[in-house]
């Protein structure tokens, strides 16, 4: 089995975002990672390629997966046979937003640019 070729179109913060980064951990799977929020232009790119302004959007060996859930990465990836059946439990919720809590700490500016959210 050859490692896909993946891009993920990201937001900095963000509970779908972080979705797709656990599934990424959860299959070692290297990505290169375009963060929407820290550069607009990859938000640009990422409307152009998938036709819609909703994120995450994952490219896999050149097939765009748009507005997704890493629930929805990881059916795909096992459905193509590009990863196999595993087990180990994703560090972080794989199908949700963040929490209220999460969003007023972000808009208050209460998170340090390298804080890792920690989804409850």
């Not at 959007?57 to 193509?80: F, H, K, P, T, W």
């Amino acid at each position: 089995m050859s490692a896909p070729t993946i891009t993920a179109y990201l937001k900095t913060y963000c509970g779908w975002s972080e979705g797709v980064r656990a599934i990424m951990r959860k299959y070692a799977l290297a990505y290169e990672e375009k963060d929407i929020i820290k550069n607009p232009a990859f938000r640009w790119e990422m409307e152009q390629k998938s036709g819609q302004p909703l994120s995450p959007c994952v490219i896999v060996n050149g097939e765009m997966l748009a507005d997704v859930s890493g629930e929805e990465v990881e059916r795909y990836l096992l459905s193509q046979g590009l990863v196999g059946a595993n087990e180990q439990a994703p560090d972080a919720p794989i199908n949700s937003a963040c929490s209220d809590a999460q969003h007023a700490a972000m808009a208050a500016g209460q998170l340090p640019p390298s804080a890792k959210i920690k989804l409850v």
